[in-house]
């Protein structure tokens, strides 16, 4: 194998290979999703009350509820705007705290107006009131004549969701890139016959694919960097999640390659990936729903790229905790890289499967 | 006889370059022209115009006495086209294929079967096409532009690439069309297939017609005829010579011949089209 | 137009979209996948907070929010019992009070009582249950704080008939199916365009416009047959089938539309699929405005998808009729014809 054809052939790829729509989405798709689940689909599951507020006078209640961790708070500079939210489902309730609450509260004759949204949950209306009463108490400086003590029971490891769905954005960012991009250059490659004109220079198929491979996995490690990134997960043990990032980019690009090479067409490469993103993605989706039985997540190959990563973010663990999974992880990469070299030698004897 | 094809000052502009430039010509019922060309010459799109395709920049083309930019339907309702690149739907069978086709046309009681045991796809009817050589496909090709009995068949290319007895096959089907009595228009860079199949043709270049006549009279305008005897010299050695027959020494020089010398072979031989081509364009037909 | 030849086009493609198997599979197993996620969405709501209290004697301390709307105690005389029935997820949270917990508060003492939650309990119940506890607390010692909340519910108030989860994607997944099939439209078309097909059937009688009705049937049929079994499956057209029908008809429509604009703008198949899943992800960010509501301003409503899945949702989930949701239907019917004579006028250009 030679370095300096490799070298040319990335090169080469890197300047005249596919920019189209496939490049496109490998870069805007996982960052896209990223953001979508940061911001909003979080919500979808969790079960937080979400209160308008519209403080006509300062009140000290504005701050208290600020800082209260059970419902979601929104604060609105006017009646319109409260009301407008509190229709469309933006809040459940919005309540108007009038000019000096403060005082009428000690004098003992404070008024509050709420909207109530129509499909807000009975609990949320619940959870609502009895945060405001707890509030006002707060406020009137009212002695909590209660000791309160929390216990946990069973394997409490509650995550919320925001994290939950983090497997699913790497998986995807590391994925779709690793995966599409060498196996749609490939497709390409035979479809315009180039590949059959390289195959009889001295480049050999398996400085091709090394070629094809790299870039691919290059890309799938940026991308999974970068969405960490955006989810705010990539701040500690960095060695260990690029480590790990990048044996998963290794398996994503390989699995491209094999991909590439059997496949004739692209239409195919998206139905496959319809169709195969299921064994993807199979462990992101145990992980976002632990009702599912956890195991059945060791089945899937990239669950043993993607545990270490939750294991290094998420729980904050070390590398020592990560290493059974990392030897694995090795194995399967070193299993599919062997297969992959079957491909190599089987496409070397025989040129003319190239077209 | 009628003309089936009547060309007036045709153009084609693509962009600023002008591909095919205000040409003329006819073409008889039941005869085949043949447009002969280097790559580029303007063959396809003046085909183009002539079947539909296209929009003349220019001029008037009028096929069985309908204006093609007109009467485009009437036009395409009574030919037949096969192109120079394969464009066949690949993941169905001949039989389907022609019989979309068919159906396209309104083509009564169509027999497939007959028309692909026709053009030798006998027994392979039902096969996909993506599983069909690229002979067979051309086949298949020319079998669909029969569906509708057309009256003008338009072949691109039709042998492009192909073995000499699928060559063959299709030149014989060719044949037995103009025997139908209908009009073909062959567009070639193949100067035997031309001078073999064709009535008249028409020499394209650079979206001129340089010349159009008849191969022979073509050959006899343009043409040298030469006489190439090999006769053996000094023992094993042979040596070419040739003798202009259209000379008035052309007796006494075989005479001499015959006698002085040992003839080995002797015999004829005529200017090809691809000759006369490079005389009239100064280009070659394969450039 | 001609009827025949429409037909023989029809029938072309249908065997062709048959033929391809792989997507033929794709095409059956995504309907199944869509069916089943709205099966395995949950069918109910959880409007309650479920306590579970332990408490010696009947010390009456929750008396005053027991078969208050909202809150579920069951009371409990043994501890163990209460922690285990937890832990089992049957309660949010378990409140255990001290023994003569009354008493205690009468000397001016502060009792200790013990929350207890699972895995399973959100930390914002667990949170909100401490204020409860506090707030229970402050009345029993006489703290209780006077001032009035005056509620206005806007909109329907459905407290106790909440829509579930399932009854909210319902629409979603029925606009999912629909626009799936933009890319089905426009990959057939693209292939054509790309092998060179479409050139030879433009030289037969066939004409622009029996192309297109042909791809438009095609496109319509598949995408609403998908759609109107789920919707019957997901029992969707138990109200006002009609404008269902008629709001599925459009969205079909719409989906054409798009599917021959993407064809006219893409290269080849690749960029028809790569662009087309853009344009879904785009069209698809309405539906989950009705999964989440508050999560999308108005600026959503510019994107034509709104209108259909909007009407449907009202339709299905809120009891909508014609005159509710007949200005988006005009909408929807103006924006279809539009997209549609811009798709036909793009990819007669392409096909030129």
């Known amino acids: 194998m030679s370095f300096r054809r490799i070298r040319t052939l990335i090169k080469n790829e890197i300047f005249y290979g596919p920019k189209d729509i496939v490049l496109v989405m490998s870069l805007v798709i996982p960052v896209l999703l990223a953001l979508f689940f940061n911001l909003a689909f979080g919500n979808i599951f969790n079960d937080r009350a979400a209160l308008g507020l519209l403080d006509k006078g300062d009140s000290e209640m504005t701050t208290i509820l600020q800082s209260s961790g059970s419902i979601s708070l929104k604060e609105y500079y006017s009646e319109e705007d409260l009301k407008a939210a509190a229709s469309d489902g933006s809040i459940d309730m919005g309540i108007i705290l009038p000019m000096s609450f403060d005082d009428m509260i000690q004098s003992g004759n404070a008024e509050i107006r709420a909207y109530t949204w129509g499909e807000s949950l009975i609990k949320h209306r619940v959870m609502i009131g009895t945060i405001v009463n707890d509030a006002v108490h707060e406020m009137s400086g009212s002695i909590l004549p209660v000791n309160i003590e929390m216990i946990a029971l069973g394997d409490v490891s509650e995550v919320p969701w925001n994290d939950r769905l983090l497997p699913l954005v790497v998986l995807t960012a590391i994925f779709f890139g690793g995966m599409m991009l060498p196996a749609a250059s490939l497709i390409n490659e035979k479809n315009k016959h180039t590949l059959e004109a390289l195959s009889v220079s001295p480049a050999t198929i398996g400085e091709i694919f090394t070629a094809k491979g790299t870039i691919g996995a290059i890309l799938a490690l940026v991308m999974g960097v970068l969405t960490l990134a955006i989810s705010g997960q990539f701040h500690s043990s960095i060695l260990s999640l690029i480590l790990v990032m990048g044996l998963g980019s290794v398996m994503a690009s390989q699995l491209g390659l094999i991909a590439g090479a059997y496949i004739k067409d692209m239409n195919t490469l998206f139905a496959l990936w319809k169709f195969g993103g299921l064994l993807l993605f199979g462990p992101a989706v145990v992980y976002m729903f632990p009702q599912i039985p956890q195991w059945i997540g060791y089945i899937f190959p990239t669950f043993y790229v993607i545990k270490p990563v939750v294991d290094l973010t998420i729980n904050g663990l070390g590398f020592d905790a990560i290493i059974l999974e990392l030897l694995i992880l090795i194995a399967i990469v070193a299993a599919i890289m062997v297969g992959v070299n079957r491909i190599v030698s089987r496409l070397s004897n025989q040129a003319l499967r190239l077209s | 006889m009628e003309k089936s094809i009547i060309v007036e000052n045709l153009a084609y502009r693509y962009g600023d370059l002008l591909a095919v430039d205000h040409i003329n010509f006819d073409v008889k019922a039941g005869k085949i022209l043949g447009f002969l060309g280097p790559n580029g010459a303007g063959k396809t799109t003046t085909v183009k115009m002539l079947t539909g395709q296209l929009r003349p920049y220019a001029g008037k083309a009028t096929l069985l006495g309908y204006d093609v930019t007109k009467d485009t339907n009437k036009v395409q309702s009574q030919i037949g086209v096969c192109f120079e690149q394969t464009n066949l739907y690949e993941q169905m069978s001949a039989i389907e294929n022609l019989k979309l086709f068919a159906a396209l046309f309104g083509v009564n009681n169509f027999d497939g079967y007959a028309l692909l045991e026709r053009v030798g796809l006998a027994g392979r009817e039902k096969d996909k096409v993506s599983g069909y050589s690229k002979g067979m496909k051309q086949r298949l090709m020319i079998a669909r532009s029969l569906v509708n009995r057309p009256q003008i068949i338009f072949m691109d290319e039709p042998t492009s690439g192909l073995d000499p007895v699928s060559s063959e096959a299709i030149d014989n089907i060719i044949l037995e069309e103009r025997d139908r009595g209908a009009t073909i228009f062959l567009t070639t860079h193949d100067m035997w297939e031309a001078d073999k199949l064709c009535d008249r043709v028409a020499f394209m270049n650079q979206g001129k017609i340089e010349a159009l006549d008849s191969p022979r009279n073509l050959k006899q305008q343009y043409g040298k005829r030469s006489l190439i005897a090999e006769i053996s010299s000094n023992g094993d050695a042979i040596v070419k010579k040739e003798i202009d027959m259209d000379s008035p020494n052309t007796a006494t020089e075989v005479e001499k011949l015959l006698t002085n010398e040992k003839v080995i072979t002797l015999h004829s031989e005529e200017a090809t089209l691809e000759d006369i081509f490079i005389k009239v364009t100064g280009r070659r037909l394969t450039e | ?352």
């Open chain 3, 1 to 352: 137009m001609n009827f025949r030849i429409i037909k023989a086009l029809l029938k072309k493609d249908v065997s062709l979209f048959l033929s391809n198997r792989f997507y033929f599979l794709i095409t059956i197993v995504g309907l199944i996948l869509y069916i089943a996620i709205y099966f395995l969405m949950p069918s109910e709501v959880n409007e309650e907070l479920n306590l579970a209290v332990y408490e010696n004697e009947n010390t009456g301390v929750f008396s005053q929010i027991t078969g208050e709307e909202g809150i579920n105690i069951e009371y409990f005389s043994d501890k163990e019992v209460l922690r285990q029935a937890v832990m089992d997820g049957d309660y949010h949270v378990g409140i255990s009070l001290p023994d003569n917990i009354i008493a205690i508060w009468q000397a001016g003492e502060k009792p200790d009582i013990t929350l207890y939650y699972s895995s399973s309990t959100p930390t914002e119940i667990r949170d909100a249950m401490v204020a409860l506890i506090s707030e229970i607390a402050y009345i029993q010692t006489g703290q209780s704080i006077n001032y009035n909340i005056s509620q206005e519910v806007l909109g329907t108030d459905m407290a106790g008939a909440q829509l579930s989860l399932r009854e909210r994607m319902r629409p979603l997944l029925a606009v999912v199916i629909l626009l799936m099939e933009i890319l089905t439209l426009a990959s057939l078309i693209s292939v054509e365009i790309e092998q060179g097909t479409a050139r030879a059937l433009f030289v037969t009688p066939m004409r622009t416009s029996d192309l297109f009705m042909a791809k438009g049937i095609l496109g319509v049929g598949l995408a609403m047959a998908q759609a109107i079994l789920f919707l019957l499956l997901a029992n969707g057209f138990d109200h006002q089938p009609l404008i269902i029908l008629t709001t599925l008809l459009l969205g079909s429509m719409l989906v054409v539309g798009i599917g021959f604009l993407l064809a006219s703008l893409s290269r080849d198949v690749m960029a028809v699929t790569g662009w087309g899943m853009l344009i879904f992800i785009i069209l698809l960010i309405p539906g989950f405005g009705n999964v989440m509501p508050g999560l999308l301003s108005d600026w959503a409503k510019v994107i034509p998808s709104y209108f259909l899945t909007d009407t449907i949702s009202r339709v299905v989930n809120y009891g909508a009729g014609w005159s509710d949701v007949g200005i988006n239907l005009a909408i929807l019917a103006g924006l279809t014809a539009v997209v549609i004579f811009a798709g036909m006028a793009a990819l007669r250009r392409r096909y030129q």
